[in-house]
């Protein structure tokens, strides 16, 4: 009950505080949370661990792992506070704070007419990223599941809809998905994290995992694209929303083969998203726990 009543307090308090206040507080809290052993803190230094591991990282970056994970508290910790002051984001904001690149790439997609799935790991703040579309006027349906504290759900969810972002949850499956995909809308899937209800076993980061296989059964029923997206922080302290390419699906493939390379190729521009923007990764679960070590040579699942 504290920890819901905390978050509503902090939703009333953050859309009045200023930039350099909520930097401040984003800074004290995360080192306060970083100070403690936790399940969240073992499970980012356990995935930064294996990472360093695999060979993907820079050997600078996987030296650095320690000041790496309190980057990523610190970054979560700003994102909350951006999340919770959303409200106070008018156009001029939209304006001086947000830069897209890759837009060709999703004007592209949608002009085939079946809508677009985009898919994002937790890298930036995507949930401004998902505001920012919407404000332009593109129809944005995403998928979550608990947000913060279940006390929060709905709150969460009503923060979305105000801004004109329609919302469903895993449990009520694939139709109010693929009717957005029917009127030219665009799907957010956010695939790094643990909510989704079908996966594929596929490699990330030389592991095998499990990774959500939605996204290319929706490509494969809607014939929508993949559109492989990020969010980032810039320089100046605002946010770029970037897309990095799209991925169609091939109906002359049979289903479970497509699926296979759709999924392995989420997986494979995401890790290479997530290298390069580790410090801004934030997922607080033992990714590779459960996963075993990916054989050595080619990878699999490429077609």
């Not at 998928?143 to 759900?153: K, P």
Request: hydrophobic share 45%; net charge positive; glycine share 8%.
């Amino acid at each position: 009950m504290i920890q819901g009543l905390l978050i509503q307090a902090a939703l009333a308090l953050a859309p009045s505080l200023p930039r350099s206040a909520a930097e401040s507080l984003a800074r004290a809290t995360a080192r306060l949370a970083f100070a403690f052993p936790s399940k969240r803190r073992s499970a980012v230094e356990s995935n930064l661990e294996w990472i360093a591991e695999s060979g993907r990282l820079t050997a600078e970056s996987a030296g650095a792992l320690d000041r790496t994970a309190r980057s990523i508290f610190e970054n979560y910790h700003r994102f909350v506070l951006e999340y919770l002051a959303q409200g106070s984001l008018d156009s001029r904001a939209l304006d001086t704070r947000f830069r897209f690149r890759g837009m060709e790439i999703l004007y592209r997609a949608l002009g085939r007419g079946h809508g677009a799935v985009v898919v994002a790991p937790h890298v930036g703040n995507w949930e401004l990223a998902g505001i920012a579309l919407a404000r332009l006027g593109f129809r944005v349906h995403v998928v979550t599941g608990v947000q913060f504290h279940a006390r929060f759900a709905r709150s969460a969810r009503l923060l979305k809809e105000r801004e004109r972002i329609l919302v469903s949850t895993p449990a009520e499956g694939f139709r109010p998905l693929l009717r957005t995909l029917g009127r030219s809308g665009v799907v957010v899937l956010l695939t790094d994290g643990d909510v989704f209800v079908r996966s594929l076993e596929t490699e990330f980061f030389g592991r095998r995992v499990r990774f959500p296989v939605g996204p290319a059964l929706l490509a494969r029923r809607s014939g929508a694209a993949i559109l492989h997206a990020h969010a980032e922080r810039s320089r100046a302290g605002g946010h770029v929303v970037v897309f990095d390419g799209a991925e169609l699906p091939r109906r002359e493939l049979p289903l479970k083969q497509d699926l296979r390379r759709l999924t392995r190729r989420v997986a494979e521009i995401q890790e290479r998203t997530i290298a390069a923007h580790l410090e801004e990764w934030c997922i607080f679960r033992p990714v590779f726990a459960n996963g075993s070590r990916a054989p050595a040579g080619p990878r699999r699942d490429a077609a």
